[in-house]
């Protein structure tokens, strides 16, 4: 993998890297990332999905790569990390008070005795302390309310040439370093940031690596996506009533309440056409929160405070603005043809909910973006434990903008698979494929189950014969069971069933934070943790204390998922399979990020049982079969058992 890495960045052609965990793909691709930059003396970024493998790279993996190498380069490797400006403490917000929000007029005075005024002040205390001011670094972490009054977004920043304190600040020195280090590290949201915006929030760089590049789509696209509340509108209006002719904000606070009303008579999901009374709500929204920008006037040689006013004020108005017009504008195009969807947000199928309170706007796909802004500036490698899907690239390359290959992955016998480029044209950006294999052996270490015996799953919870069959195969296991379900429903219905039906501890997700849970199941090897999504990608726990995984169905989307639905419509109407190239990938990854929970070191072993009996029995099983790692497949639930009683035993 390093010499592939070092050759796509010489050659300039982009390269996709399937590495199983434990192959080191961190150092494959750090070592010739770092020789490039101190070679070429430029800047290569890093960029990564979560917070934890940023820390890896920068704490552990970097420093001692730094170390190891210096001798090699006659120059110490230099590095960063670099997050977006909202991440940063503002020590203009701590010497000044966070402007009094008339929606929060409780919580300011921050010192105030209480839950929120213990976290603000405890924030005053820390920025006295920090080098860094990164809310990474606070152990433990406060609420996203209270860091909102200790930060700024990029929009509400005053610059560092008007800020008083501004040589000081904490964001501006993380981008100065990360202008002088050879390696950045970040995450994909600042990457998508970077490629939407006209100003560069990176430094200058010539080289992307993606790691955990099975997340990048869904990271940019969440990154691309707005919405309006009538919330957020009132406090636009607010913001900006001391500053402008109170008749200017009282129209845009009327505009607000207008948009609250229709948002009560509408219905929740994806808006197929915009609805006359919505749209008409919308457009008064945008031409009075256009009327209030127009009278905050050009940035005038106010004081400090009153340009921070000015500023907060600016930022909520044009977000409001700029949102009502992009939802208003993705109407304008047929539908086949529009770039955005835009949904209605509330809580589907329960009647006794409140009506949706939020109109959302997120692009239909964010291919083009990618390949113009990264693929078409940079080269670009991109790796993770996850990218051949249905045993082919082409499904996760269709997603990032890059041509189809129509070729399967096959390693070979070592592990490595041959890398060719795909047929292309002038405008296609050359790339190619590798499928470096795992150091598991996987046939050999671990058993792949589904229940081929079971009923396919119904609406209505869990059936009685999936409660069965999954406290027959935590017995059996002896605990040791990481139990993935679909919805946080199934969850605790699977928790409360086993509780009373097994004396074996069961920890369910939400009764503790995460890391907690995860932290109490790798200690006890008796215990089991089930839980949903974020546990699907999240948990690593080698050795004994997991034995078992168990997936409850397939984790298609939801069939009223806005997104997900008018990507399958696209594809349907462009002559394609809707079905299995939106809903089939979404469940293909998460499986295959499943199933990669169980083996974490080389001394591994165990089962991954999945008891949606359609994995075996529909059309498009054999896909999803073809996304999880080759392990040796079983449909016979008595082997299974004697296999986890032998593992326990």
Not at 217 to 242: F, L, M, P, Q, Y
Not at 248 to 254: G, S
Not at 275 to 299: W, Y
Not at 575 to 593: D, E, S
């Amino acid at each position: 993998m390093a010499e592939a890495v070092a050759e796509s960045i010489q050659d300039g052609a982009h390269l996709a890297v399937q590495a199983g965990t434990g192959t080191g793909k961190s150092l494959a691709y750090l070592v010739p990332a770092i020789r490039h930059a101190i070679e070429a003396e430029s800047t290569v970024v890093i960029s990564t999905a979560t917070i934890a493998l940023q820390r890896q790279l920068v704490d552990r993996d970097l420093p001692r790569l730094a170390k190891v190498l210096t001798p090699l380069l006659d120059r110490e490797p230099s590095f960063a990390i670099l997050k977006g400006r909202r991440n940063y403490l503002c020590l203009h917000r701590i010497h000044s008070g966070a402007p009094d929000d008339p929606q929060d007029t409780a919580l300011f005075d921050p010192f105030e005795v209480s839950a929120m005024g213990r976290q603000v002040k405890r924030l005053h205390e820390w920025s006295s302390d920090t080098e860094t001011g990164d809310r990474d670094e606070l152990v433990p972490g406060v609420t996203d309310q209270a860091w909102r009054q200790v930060s700024v977004t990029a929009k509400e920043c005053l610059g560092m040439s008007r800020c008083p304190v501004g040589v000081d600040c904490f964001a501006e020195k993380a981008r100065a370093q990360a202008g002088r280090a050879n390696v950045v590290v970040t995450n994909h949201a600042l990457l998508a940031i970077d490629a939407m915006g006209d100003a560069p929030v990176l430094p200058e760089h010539d080289v992307v690596i993606v790691d955990e590049a099975h997340d990048l789509v869904d990271r940019v696209t969440s990154a691309a996506t707005a919405e309006i509340t009538a919330a957020t509108v009132a406090a636009a209006a607010r913001r900006c009533g001391k500053q402008v002719d109170q008749r200017v904000a009282d129209r845009l606070v009327e505009a607000g309440e207008g948009l609250a009303l229709m948002y009560e008579d509408s219905r929740h999901g994806r808006l197929e056409e915009m609805p006359p009374a919505l749209g008409a709500a919308l457009r008064t929204v945008r031409d009075s929160a256009h009327a209030c920008i127009t009278a905050l006037g050009t940035e005038r040689r106010e004081d400090v405070d009153g340009a921070s006013e000015r500023k907060l004020a600016l930022a909520l108005l044009d977000d409001v603005h700029d949102t009502a017009e992009r939802i208003l504008d993705a109407f304008d195009e047929r539908e086949v043809d529009r770039g955005d969807v835009v949904w209605l947000a509330g809580q589907p199928r329960d009647p006794h909910e409140a009506p949706p309170t939020t109109i959302r706007v997120a692009p239909l796909g964010v291919g083009g973006l990618l390949r113009e802004k990264l693929f078409g500036q940079r080269t670009v490698v991109l790796t993770s434990a996850t990218l051949a899907l249905g045993g082919s690239f082409d499904t996760l390359a269709r997603q990032w903008g890059l041509p189809p290959t129509g070729r399967p992955v096959v390693p070979s016998a070592e592990g490595m698979a041959t890398s060719k480029l795909p047929p292309a044209d002038d405008t296609d950006p050359p790339w190619q494929g590798m499928d470096v294999g795992s150091p598991f052996q996987h046939s050999k270490s671990g058993i792949l189950y589904i229940a081929k015996h079971l009923p396919p799953p119904g609406r209505s919870g869990l059936h009685e014969d999936y409660l069965t069959e999954l406290a027959e195969l935590v017995e059996a296991a002896g605990g040791r069971t990481l139990g993935l379900f679909s919805s946080m429903r199934a969850a605790k219905q699977a928790t409360e069933a086993l509780r009373e039906r097994l004396d074996i501890p069961l920890l369910c997700q939400g009764e503790d934070s995460t890391s907690l849970l995860v932290s109490k199941f790798a200690e006890d090897p008796a215990t089991c943790l089930f839980g949903t999504l974020s546990l699907w990608q999240g948990v690593d726990v080698p050795g004994p204390s997991l034995q078992l995984v168990v997936m409850d169905r397939i984790p298609f989307p939801r069939p009223d998922d806005p997104m997900a639905s008018a990507r399958q419509r696209a594809v349907a109407a462009s002559g394609g399979n809707g079905f299995i190239t939106v809903a089939g990938t979404h469940a293909a990854l998460l499986l295959a990020q499943g199933a990669g929970r169980l083996l974490r070191s080389a001394t591994d072993r165990g089962v991954i049982a999945i008891l949606d009996p359609r994995v075996m029995t529909a059309r498009y099983g054999s896909f999803l079969r073809a996304s999880l790692p080759p392990y040796w497949t079983t449909t016979d639930p008595e082997i299974v058992r004697a296999a986890l009683r032998r593992i326990d035993d």
